[in-house]
C-alpha cells in the first residue's frame, strides 16, 4: 500500500486534488452511497459495511493508492481515527469535507464554538440523551437504531426544541425545527444530525473554550448561594462529600430526592450532569426553580412524593436521597434497583442510619457509612469559639 487518502464529501463539488487522488486510487472505499454518486464501481470498489474489518483487510492487502470516502470531516468522530489506529497516522492523507455538526449550526443560524458534540453512533445513546438534558446546546451525531425519533421521545417534558438536519448537501435535503414531540412523531432519512437547542441559551456569551464546558469554579457553595427555608439544605461540608461520591459529569444523570433547595441537583448540573430534583412541597419547587435559573442551570423539577414521583423518571447514574418522609427503605430499594453507580443518602436520625445500610447492602451494593460534624469558627466580643453544626450520616452505596 502507498498511501490512504481520506476523501470528505459534504455535497459540493470535489477539488482538484481530491479528484485527481481518486482518479488515480488502485482501491476506492466508502459507503454505497458515495461510490454511487461518484460513479466508482468494478473491482477496485469497496464498500464499508459491517464492522468495517473486511474493508480493512482489503486495505492492507492493496499494493497500490488507496482512497477512502466519508462524509464531511472525516477526522471529526469518523474513520481517520480507525484507520490511524490501524495503518499509523504518518500513511494517511486527509482531505476533509465541512462537517455534518456545522452544516446543521449553519442551516440552524446558529454559532456553535459553544455547543457540545456528542455522538450516539455505535455507543451508549443515554449518554448522549443525557447531555442533552443538560446542556443548552448540543449536536446529536445519530445512528441507524437510535434516530432523531428515539432521541426526542428521551427529551420530552425536558423544554428543548429540537433541529433536526438529514440528508446534508444532496439534493433532497431536508431541516425542520419544533418540539420533542413533534419530532418523536416523525419518520426521519438518514444520514441525519440532531441539534438540541434551549431556545432561551441558544446563543450564549462569548466563551474562551469550544463545547461550552468550563470549571464551574467553586463547588459545594455556601448555603448562602442558594434560597432555602429555615435551614432545611444540607449544609456545605455535607454537600462536599455528597458530590466526591455522587461523582456527577457530562453525560451522566443524577436524581437528588427530597430535594427541598435543591442544591446538590443545582451544583450537579454545575459539573455537567442532568438533574431531576423530586419535591413533594410546591414552595420549595419554587425555590428548586428559581435556584438553578441563579446558577444559570438547567435541570428538571418533578412535583410529588417519593416512591411514587421516582417510578416514570429515567434511570439515574447516581442518587441522592436528602428527604424521605417515612418511606426511606422503599425509596432506598426503588433508587437501588434503577441507579447504575451509586446510592447516597444523607441522615440525622440514629434509628435510621444501620437500616439504611442494610436495605442497600441487601440490594447488591458495596456501602459504607461516615458521620460528619463540622464547626465554624465565631466570633464572641474579641475572641472567637467554635460553634458545632449537627451532625449528619452519610450512607453510601456503590454497585460493584
Known amino acids: ?117 456528542v455522538s450516539a453512533h455505535g455507543r451508549d445513546p443515554r449518554r448522549a440523551v443525557n447531555a442533552c438534558r443538560a446542556h443548552p446546546k448540543v449536536a446529536v451525531l445519530t445512528s441507524p437504531g437510535f434516530g432523531p425519533a428515539e432521541l426526542a421521545r428521551e427529551l420530552a417534558g425536558w423544554g428543548k426544541t429540537l433541529f433536526v438536519a438529514e440528508r446534508l448537501g444532496e439534493p433532497d435535503e431536508r431541516c425542520f425545527s419544533g418540539s420533542a414531540g413533534e419530532v418523536a412523531a416523525g419518520e426521519w432519512r438518514e444520514p441525519n444530525v440532531v441539534l438540541a437547542v434551549d431556545e432561551e441559551r441558544a446563543v450564549g456569551p462569548r466563551g474562551w473554550a469550544s463545547c461550552g464546558l468550563g470549571s464551574p469554579g467553586q463547588w459545594a457553595l455556601p448555603e448562602g448561594e442558594f434560597e432555602h427555608r429555615s435551614g432545611m439544605i444540607t449544609k456545605p461540608e455535607v454537600r462536599a462529600l455528597v458530590l466526591a461520591r455522587l461523582g456527577p459529569g457530562p453525560g451522566d444523570l443524577v436524581w437528588d430526592v427530597g430535594a427541598g433547595s435543591g442544591s446538590v441537583a443545582v451544583e450537579c448540573a454545575r459539573l455537567g450532569a442532568a438533574a431531576v430534583a423530586v419535591e413533594r412541597d410546591p414552595e420549595s419547587c419554587g425555590r428548586i426553580r428559581r435556584n ?109
Open 1 to 117: 500500500m502507498s498511501g490512504i487518502s481520506v476523501i470528505g464529501l459534504d455535497g459540493r463539488p470535489l477539488l482538484p486534488e481530491a479528484e485527481r487522488l481518486l482518479e488515480d486510487a488502485a482501491l476506492v472505499v466508502g459507503g454505497r452511497r458515495h461510490l454511487r454518486a461518484l460513479g466508482v464501481e468494478g473491482k477496485r470498489a469497496v464498500a464499508l459495511e459491517g464492522d468495517l474489518s473486511a474493508a480493512l483487510e482489503r486495505i492492507a492487502r492493496e499494493d497500490g493508492s488507496v482512497a477512502v470516502l466519508a462524509s464531511g470531516d472525516p477526522g471529526f468522530f469518523g474513520i481517520v481515527r480507525l484507520l490511524a489506529e490501524r495503518f499509523g497516522r504518518k500513511s494517511l492523507r486527509v482531505l476533509p469535507g465541512a462537517s455534518s455538526v456545522a452544516l446543521a449550526f449553519a442551516r440552524a443560524s446558529l454559532p456553535w464554538d459553544d455547543a457540545l458534540v
Open 292 to 400: 438553578a435559573a441563579r446558577h444559570g442551570v438547567h435541570l428538571r423539577v418533578v412535583e410529588g412524593e417519593a416512591p411514587e414521583a421516582l417510578r416514570g423518571l429515567p434511570e439515574p447514574d447516581a442518587v441522592f436521597v436528602g428527604g424521605s418522609g417515612g418511606g426511606l427503605r422503599e425509596i432506598l430499594r426503588l433508587c437501588a434497583a434503577r441507579a447504575r453507580r451509586c446510592v447516597v443518602a444523607s441522615l440525622v436520625g440514629l434509628e435510621r442510619v444501620v437500616p439504611a445500610g442494610e436495605v442497600l447492602e441487601g440490594c447488591g451494593l458495596r456501602t459504607e457509612t461516615v458521620m460528619l460534624q463540622a464547626s465554624r469558627v465565631k466570633g464572641v466580643g474579641g475572641l472567637h469559639r467554635l460553634a458545632p453544626e449537627g451532625p449528619v450520616f452519610v450512607v453510601v452505596g456503590v454497585r460493584p
